[in-house]
C-alpha cells in the first residue's frame, strides 16, 4: 500500500498542471518614482518579473510611475512628439508562456475642431524577445483605439475606467521579456502634446517547467499504470 501512495504522490507533484501566477499592482507595493522593480510573486524566494522604465524617463510627472487602481500607472509631459518611454517586463530564471496583460487609457484629445490633437497616445513595438528571437503578439483593442501594422493609437477620449481605450496583449508562445514603446503621433499642435498617461493591468504567466520534469512524470505515471492491475489483484486478497 505504501508503494502506492508514493507514486500516487509523485504523479501529483510532476505530473499536475503549471498554473498561471500573476502580478497583480494591488497585492504588491511599486516606489512612487522608481524606474524598475523586481516581484517574487509565486512566493517561492526568487525573484520572478521585473518591470523598467526607460527612454526619456525625465518627462515622467513627479512620483510616476506608481500604483493606482490596481494598475501601474505611469503620467508622462513629452516636450516633443520624438520623446518615447520605453517598458521592459523581463521574467527572470525561467521563460514562460501564456503571457497576458492590458493597457489602459490609450486615447487622444482634439483641440476644439481643430484637425491636431492635444494629446494621441501612440504605441509601438510591441514583441517579445523568445527562444529563437522576436515573438508577435496577439493584439485586439478597445473601440477608441486603432491598431494597425503593430502601432495602436487612440482615436478619441476615453472616460475613465473606460475598456474603450484598452490595448490587450497575450503572447502564446514561450517568450523571457516584453517591451513596447509608448509616445505622441505627430498629429499635435505645436509638435507639443499635453499630459499623457496609461496604465499597465495585473500581468498573467506561466512557468515553463524545467527540462527534465515532464520526462519522469510521464515515466512515473506509466509506472502507475502498469503496476494498476497487479496491484488491484494484491489489495483482493
Known amino acids: 500500500m505504501w508503494r502506492v501512495r508514493i507514486i500516487i504522490a509523485l504523479c501529483l507533484l510532476f505530473g499536475s498542471p503549471v498554473f498561471a501566477i500573476v502580478l497583480d499592482w494591488s497585492a504588491v507595493t511599486w516606489t512612487p518614482g522608481s524606474l524598475s522593480q523586481s516581484y517574487d510573486v509565486d512566493s517561492d524566494g526568487f525573484n520572478d518579473i521585473m518591470v523598467s522604465f526607460s527612454g526619456s524617463t525625465s518627462s515622467l510627472a513627479s512620483g510616476s510611475p506608481a500604483i493606482a487602481a490596481s494598475a501601474l500607472e505611469a503620467n508622462l509631459d513629452f516636450s516633443n512628439t520624438s520623446s518615447t518611454?520605453?517598458?521592459?517586463?523581463?521574467?527572470?530564471?525561467?521563460p514562460v508562456t501564456g503571457v497576458s496583460f492590458s493597457l489602459y487609457d490609450i486615447d487622444a484629445d482634439r483641440k476644439g475642431n481643430s484637425s491636431n490633437f492635444a494629446y494621441q497616445d501612440l504605441l509601438s513595438g510591441i514583441s517579445a524577445t523568445g527562444e529563437k528571437g522576436s515573438v508577435t503578439p496577439v493584439v485586439t483593442v478597445g473601440s477608441s483605439v486603432s491598431y494597425n501594422n503593430?502601432?495602436?493609437?487612440?482615436?478619441?477620449t476615453v472616460a475613465p475606467g473606460s475598456s474603450a481605450g484598452d490595448v490587450n496583449i497575450t503572447f502564446t508562445n514561450e517568450?523571457?521579456?516584453?517591451?513596447?514603446?509608448?509616445?505622441?503621433?505627430g498629429n499635435i499642435a505645436g509638435n507639443n502634446p499635453d499630459a499623457q498617461e496609461f496604465g499597465i493591468s495585473k500581468v498573467s504567466f506561466r512557468k515553463v517547467p524545467e527540462v527534465g520534469v515532464a520526462p519522469i512524470a510521464a515515466g512515473l505515471c506509466a509506472a502507475f499504470a502498469l503496476l494498476k492491475a497487479p496491484l488491484r489483484r494484491l489489495f483482493r486478497r
Not at 150 to 156: C, N, T, Y
Not at 175 to 185: C, D, M, V
Open 85 to 94: 518611454i520605453t517598458v521592459t517586463i523581463t521574467f527572470l530564471n525561467t
Open 150 to 156: 503593430g502601432v495602436a493609437q487612440g482615436e478619441d
Open 175 to 185: 517568450i523571457s521579456s516584453i517591451q513596447f514603446t509608448y509616445g505622441s503621433s
